[in-house]
């Protein structure tokens, strides 16, 4: 495959823009109900109703609802570990989130994913992935893919700032750039890869310049700003189409620890209060309210419903069957593939040979 010409570098800070009344509220309601179904979420798992790992986007909402915002509905999207604000805003009903989140039936992935590993093929949310970077050399074959036919549709692959130090990671962007591929990389530094600082692991810290390697452009933008972001993500989608790959950094927060189970300790009082004081939620209101476009009645409601609606969302998983048993092995492989081995964990690959008789002799005295 010959390589198409490349853009010149360019890496910038993207610009706002505001959003209409009626985008702004859109945008408000959404963050909304993403932080009341991941608080709920939290409380699930402390009740032992979610097993395995469970990473939140609390602290991340605007850049979700910024990034989502942007696409169009053909768009095919990738994400991390930390998605349930991603399946959120991409559609997907807050029910089959919070049952797959159970390990239930009625589930996104019909309760075999769990929190790490939701897909859904009508959405083209195309997965969470528990291997970090994982999802980024298979966002970039999709890219790939979409080219080799022509389509119009592009690429949005989500990671946090740790992916950005793997093989994988610079692989991905440089064949990206090499053949011109329709995808934009999203990165969400919110400083802290598990407990490591950005400045500790990475020798270029502001991560939307490692693009300049390969002539890719980029920007970094307040991810606090679900307009900002939106703004950006716009221009990023606009470029991919265009045949043009671009990296996005989005400067965000998290308010809790790496997963439910991290206390964080390994963070300063004053770092906590930082990132709590810019909370994107609080202060998204705080602007609507002084905008006009909010009134505290209608801010107290939206609070009202989409905590109903996370309520809801539980009572539903609750309600919904586990799996069967017989069905853990259903999903192993996309098509019939020979010698495939449904054995349950414990059970022995081949029947057990029988045992040999010995005859016993008595022996002299």
């Not at 919070?98 to 859904?120: C, P």
């Not at 300063?268 to 004081?277: N, P």
């Not at 996309?334 to 495939?340: G, I």
Request: proline share 5%; net charge negative; charged share 20%.
């Amino acid at each position: 495959m010959s390589a198409k010409a490349r853009a010149p570098r360019t890496s910038t800070r993207a610009p706002s823009e505001s959003l209409s009344d009626g985008l702004s509220r859109e945008f408000y309601q959404r963050m909304v109900m993403i932080r009341r179904f991941e608080e709920r979420a939290a409380r699930a798992y402390a009740e032992a109703k979610v097993g395995g790992y469970c990473h939140l986007n609390l602290g991340e909402e605007a850049t979700v609802v910024g990034v989502m915002g942007a696409l169009d509905e053909n768009d095919y999207v990738y994400t991390n570990y930390r998605e349930h604000g991603y399946a959120l805003a991409r559609g997907i009903a807050p029910e089959r989130i919070m049952a797959e989140l159970y390990g239930r039936t009625d589930g996104v992935s019909k309760g075999w994913g769990g929190s790490m590993h939701m897909f859904d093929v009508a959405s083209r949310f195309m997965g969470g992935y528990g291997i970090v970077g994982g999802q980024v050399p298979l966002a970039t074959g999709t890219a790939l893919a979409i080219d080799y036919r022509g389509g119009t549709e592009a690429v949005v692959c989500v990671m946090g700032d740790g992916t950005t130090n793997i093989g994988a990671f610079h692989e991905s962007l440089n064949i990206a750039a090499l053949w011109g591929l329709p995808i934009v990389y999203v990165v969400n530094n919110n400083g802290l890869g598990m407990g490591t600082t950005v400045e500790q692991s990475s020798a270029e810290p502001e991560l939307y310049r490692r693009a300049a390697s390969y002539r890719m452009p980029s920007a970094r933008v307040d991810g606090n700003d679900p307009a900002a972001v939106h703004a950006a993500m716009r221009i990023a989608l606009s470029r991919a189409r265009a045949g043009t790959p671009y990296l996005l950094e989005t400067m965000t927060g998290r308010l809790k620890g790496h997963s439910v189970v991290d206390p964080a300790r390994y963070r300063s009082a004053d770092d906590t209060a930082r990132v709590r004081a810019g909370d994107p939620v609080a202060a998204f209101a705080a602007r609507l309210l002084e905008r006009g476009v909010l009134t505290e009645g209608r801010i107290a409601e939206i609070d009202a419903e989409e905590t109903a609606r996370a309520t809801a969302a539980a009572a539903f998983a609750e309600a919904s069957p586990h799996p069967d048993v017989s069905t853990l092995f259903d999903f192993t492989y996309a098509t019939t593939v020979a010698n495939d081995s449904r054995r349950l964990p414990g059970e022995a690959l081949f029947p057990a040979a029988p045992r040999p008789t010995i005859a016993l002799t008595e022996v002299p005295a």
